[in-house]
């Protein structure tokens, strides 16, 4: 028996750890995420392993052929993201008979692989794993009668799902499967409308589990793997360690080579602390803590039920259900809130829209590299993005981007009686990186209002792209912060020209994605003959046009008068451009500056 395993692409929903390497390679209790799928395999007995991968992933560097692990591995390169039937494929080369296809972070593979045998008779082509499903994020939905599989439906729309059952990704497959898949037009789903078109002609069923399974798909989930993995945690701590007496250890703790752990500590197993890390004085960790390679737990620092990367030190506070990622320097008296008042489940915005998260207790999220400065505190289910600072006594309320600067604004009063007092508004930030306050500012003037942005040399550096063979993705210098500010005052979306797929990983690549909803996001290969829809779609809104191209602005405002349109002068189409004779747009621009201001005015 032989497992493809599918460990390719950047996947966008897991950001901001979704750029270095593949997300099955983030370490828990010092190891990838792959390595347990691996050991999983072959308590399953299945020794003979396909992986997909990327030609960048470190991967292959790590795992070789596998003969140290007791497996052979044999890798297959994805270069390009275009989906698991795609990768699938590519694979079939070095399949010879029935397999398992399954997802890189199915570190419980060993709980489930008899079941799927069990359930594949001799009439049977293929069996899909899968479980009821009521909360969270609802697709790969299951369309079947009795157990035989009819359909998978991909995000259906809410109240028009087939049923509740849901694929967790892990499958059973004959050889012959990868004839219809190859018959099946390539996109992103391919893998899902080939089963629900060989099920048509085959005996393909579903095996419903209620055995614990995992997913990696958000970044809140590597807290389910850890928590998964904790389970067979045991009790080790190394000689080489120094422990102070009066620390306290209970329960199941692993502590590694040259780990220093001071006076007053408690540490609550299951816990992991990885080599070089050092433990300040009356610091607490409990409730499954995962501690990297060299890293700085600071005096009178709780933490719960959290990863923190390689590398990363902080001060005191309180760090809850949250991820902290490589080479991060959190300050004194950090807090994540990780509750709501209400106590309900928590929601967060991933690629600009609300996802709700399943889980009632959820932290931070912070990508590597990020500075946080004292007396920071940051709402449940917010996400830092990587290299981004906090400045002091901020308060986090919304996603902060990448390479990002996000600080609280202060103003100070002095009273007759020469008493200064500090007062702020944690939604009043600095113009450089942040939004102004929606409702001191009269934002409800503006509730019907949107901005629509083209892309390239608008909101994107492509003249940069293009030099750097499309490696890096540069933005232009005062975008973000402009973004921040809008957020705040009236709705944004996009309307350019492009490969959707190509121009939306751009977008995420870069954190503007999360300023903009999915249904106000509207890119076409041919802008022109869609002008007039998208235009009508926001008919009954005050609309601003932003584009470098003037020829746009000015078939917008010839059908819709009141569309206020915006050019901004930069990149080759404008400068370029000759005057439209009897038209000229309402504002022009040299940059992204003064667009708050038009808008405040308009």
């Not at 395993?5 to 966008?12: E, P």
């Not at 932290?363 to 990020?370: C, I, N, P, Q």
Request: a positive charge; charged letters at 25%.
């Amino acid at each position: 028996m032989q497992a493809v395993i599918l460990a390719a692409g950047q996947s966008s929903r897991m950001y901001p750890f979704e750029n270095e390497i593949h997300k099955s390679m983030i370490r828990i209790m010092g190891k990838p995420i792959l390595y347990y799928t691996i050991e999983a395999l072959k308590r399953s007995k299945i020794f003979d392993l396909i992986i997909v991968t990327s030609g960048k992933s470190k991967t292959e560097q790590y795992f070789g052929d596998g003969k140290k692990l007791g497996v052979s591995i044999q890798y297959v390169f994805q270069e390009k993201p275009e989906g698991a039937g795609d990768a699938l494929l590519l694979a079939g080369k070095y399949i010879t008979g029935d397999f398992f296809l399954l997802n890189a972070s199915h570190v419980e593979i060993d709980t489930l692989t008899e079941d799927l045998l069990n359930a594949k008779d001799k009439d049977t082509q293929a069996v899909l794993l899968a479980r009821k499903k009521t909360t969270g994020v609802i697709q790969g939905v299951l369309k079947f009668k009795g157990r035989k599989v009819e359909e998978i439906v991909e995000k259906p729309k809410i109240g028009e799902e087939p049923s509740s059952m849901c694929v967790v990704g892990v499958y059973l497959f004959e050889k012959e499967f990868l004839k219809a898949l190859n018959n099946t037009p390539k996109e992103h789903y391919q893998l899902e409308k080939a089963i629900s078109s060989y099920a048509k002609n085959n005996s393909v069923v579903f095996l419903k589990t209620s055995k614990e399974t995992v997913t990696l798909r958000y970044p809140w989930d590597l807290l389910g793997i850890k928590n998964y993995l904790f389970k067979s945690l045991r009790r080790s701590i190394s000689v080489k360690s120094k422990i102070a007496k009066t620390a306290e250890i209970i329960g199941e703790v692993m502590i590694q080579d040259n780990v220093i752990i001071m006076e007053g500590v408690r540490i609550k197993g299951p816990c992991f602390i990885g080599k070089g890390t050092v433990v300040g004085n009356n610091a607490l960790l409990r409730n499954g803590v995962n501690i990297g390679e060299n890293c700085l737990v600071g005096s009178f620092m709780e933490v719960k039920n959290t990863i923190i990367m390689d590398e990363s030190t902080t001060h005191s506070g309180f760090i809850g259900d949250s991820v902290i990622g490589e080479k991060c320097k959190i300050a004194a008296q950090f807090c994540t809130g990780n509750v709501r008042l209400d106590r309900g489940i928590i929601k967060t915005v991933v690629k600009g829209e609300s996802i709700e998260t399943g889980v009632k207790f959820l932290g931070v999220f912070v990508g590597a590299g990020s500075n946080i400065g004292i007396k920071v505190s940051a709402m449940p289910g917010i996400i830092i993005g990587r290299n981004a600072t906090i400045g002091p006594s901020t308060v986090v309320m919304k996603n902060v981007p990448s390479d990002t600067k996000y600080y609280t604004k202060f103003q100070e009063i002095i009273s007759k009686k020469n008493v200064l007092q500090q007062v702020f508004d944690s939604e009043v930030f600095d113009r450089e990186a942040q939004t102004e306050s929606a409702q001191t500012r009269g934002a409800q003037d503006f509730q019907k209002s949107i901005v629509l942005f083209d892309i390239d040399y608008t909101l994107f550096d492509t003249r940069k792209f293009k030099d750097s063979q499309l490696q890096d993705y540069n933005i232009y210098e005062e975008v973000m912060g402009i973004l921040m500010q809008l957020s705040g005052l009236v709705n944004l979306g996009i309307f350019s020209k492009g490969e959707t797929d190509f121009q939306k990983t751009k977008l995420e690549k870069t954190g503007m994605m999360q300023f903009f909803k999915e249904n106000n996001v509207h890119i076409f290969n041919d802008k022109d003959a869609n002008l007039i829809n998208v235009l009508e779609k926001y008919k009954d809104s005050k609309l601003f046009l932003v584009d470098d191209k003037l020829g746009i602005l000015y078939s917008a405002k010839k059908h819709m008068p009141q569309v206020f349109t915006i050019w901004v002068k930069r990149g080759p189409f404008a400068k370029a451009q000759k005057p439209i004779e009897g038209f000229s747009p309402d504002e022009q621009v040299e940059n992204l500056s003064e667009i708050v201001r038009i808008v405040r005015s308009n």
